[in-house]
């Protein structure tokens, strides 16, 4: 049987609102880690001033002072430089955003036992929520 050590990984960009984010954002993702839904693996904070020159924050020597030194990434360093220069192309200067990287727990289970079981997954493909449920209302609108 295979045995996975992780599963799926996914990487997320959130913008914020000047340069550094509030840590009660995070709220959410502290307690879906905690239940064990997703595991952390990498979370970096990047922060573009006015100029444009990008500013990198690590949680390991930046997160007491971003108020976010209880999150533990498994595999810090797994969004690398070429991740974090494409992903800062995409803040607004005078902004800032979180690159949380994040393991589906969830999937690694599925993955693995359709490995045992001869399968493999070919494809993934994630539709974002707001289409999900545009396409929902319309579906009710239809059915109604």
Do not use: C, W
């Amino acid at each position: 049987m295979n045995d996975f050590r992780f599963g799926p990984a996914e990487f997320y960009l959130v913008g914020f609102e000047g340069t550094r984010p509030d840590p009660n954002t995070f709220r959410a993702l502290s307690d879906l880690i905690e239940s064990g839904v997703v595991r952390l693996l990498d979370f970096v904070v990047l922060a573009k001033a006015e100029s444009g020159e990008v500013e990198v924050l690590e949680l390991e020597a930046d997160g007491e002072a971003l108020g976010l030194g209880h999150f533990e990434p498994i595999a810090a360093g797994l969004a690398g430089d070429e991740d974090l220069d494409v992903l800062a192309s995409e803040v607004a200067p005078g902004q800032s955003a979180a690159i949380v990287v994040l393991e589906l727990t969830y999937a690694r289970a599925l993955a693995q036992n359709l490995a045992a079981a001869g399968g493999q997954v070919l494809r993934s493909e994630r539709v974002p929520a707001p289409v999900v449920n545009a396409m929902m209302d319309i579906l009710d609108q239809e059915g109604a």
